[in-house]
């Protein structure tokens, strides 16, 4: 059965940095687009990175440009997102999710609207 599971959150000040590993299994899962999304507290879930398998392009939250990078192995089937220069507002629950149908681009890999699989979500906290 296709699942996706997270590892690698906890707590940093602000300024340090993370790295979230997520681990697919599945014949079909991420041959499309593989994303990570966050939601914190009262509000709602919003997409962070994502990165679309057939020609490795990525998408990026406006807020965390510059910041974040997502990377994918494809022979370990594990999708990363290092995270520099964490904000207290990068505060927030973050989950690593799998699509399974191709829509064409990159740009379909920035709605939720398009994963299949969710994992359980890592907690990642960041003080000030």
């Known amino acids: 059965q296709a699942q996706v599971v997270e590892s690698g959150g906890g707590s940093v000040q602000a300024g340090g940095s993370l790295r979230l590993s997520c681990a697919a299994s599945?014949?079909?899962?991420?041959?499309?687009?593989m994303g990570w999304f966050r939601q914190a507290p009262g509000k709602a879930r919003e997409g962070v990175a994502a990165i679309y398998s057939r020609d490795g392009s990525t998408f990026y939250a406006d807020s965390v440009k510059g910041r974040f990078t997502i990377s994918k192995d494809n022979a370990k089937r594990t999708l990363y997102l290092q995270m520099n220069g964490l904000k207290p507002e990068d505060t927030a629950m973050y989950y690593c999710?799998?699509?399974?149908?191709?829509?064409?681009?990159?740009?379909?890999?920035?709605?939720?609207?398009?994963?299949?699989?969710w994992g359980q979500g890592t907690q990642v906290t960041v003080s000030s």
């Open positions: 599945g014949t079909t899962i991420g041959r499309s687009c």
């Open positions: 999710a799998a699509g399974i149908n191709d829509y064409g681009g990159v740009s379909y890999c920035a709605s939720a609207n398009y994963y299949a699989y």
